[in-house]
């Protein structure tokens, strides 16, 4: 009985790490998008008629929820190539999302016995 509550909480918690990891390669790849259409925008060949400051950041923000748009879409597929470098990795998943992993364990801290002081 206890195994399978610990079963089903282990369950609960991947689905769970899968569920922000793909988020965060979502937001991932819509942060790339806003930086590539920026740049796009900067590389203009003559000057704006009728460009001003409040023209800017109306196309800011317009490049912003385009970016957010074509990231929802799924259309450049960044963020299906991260989570498939992710599920080959579970490490980096665990690394990326922040969380543990039962798998990974640590180093004993280093006792004064242990470290060893190098001739100058």
Do not use: Y
Not at 8 to 29: I, S
Not at 56 to 68: H, S
């Amino acid at each position: 009985m206890i195994g399978s509550v610990s079963t089903a909480t282990n369950g609960v918690a991947l689905t769970a790490q899968k569920d922000g990891l793909a988020k965060a390669a979502k937001q991932f790849e819509a942060v790339f998008l806003r930086q590539m259409i920026g740049s796009m925008r900067q590389a203009t060949l003559a000057d704006d008629v009728f460009g001003s400051s409040a023209s800017e950041q109306f196309r800011d923000m317009q490049d912003g929820r385009l970016a957010d748009n074509m990231a929802d879409s799924g259309g450049f597929g960044i963020a299906q190539m991260l989570l498939k470098q992710f599920e080959t990795n579970p490490a980096a998943a665990a690394a990326a999302t922040g969380t543990a992993t039962t798998a990974t364990t640590t180093a004993p801290a280093p006792t004064p016995a242990t470290i060893t002081e190098r001739p100058a």
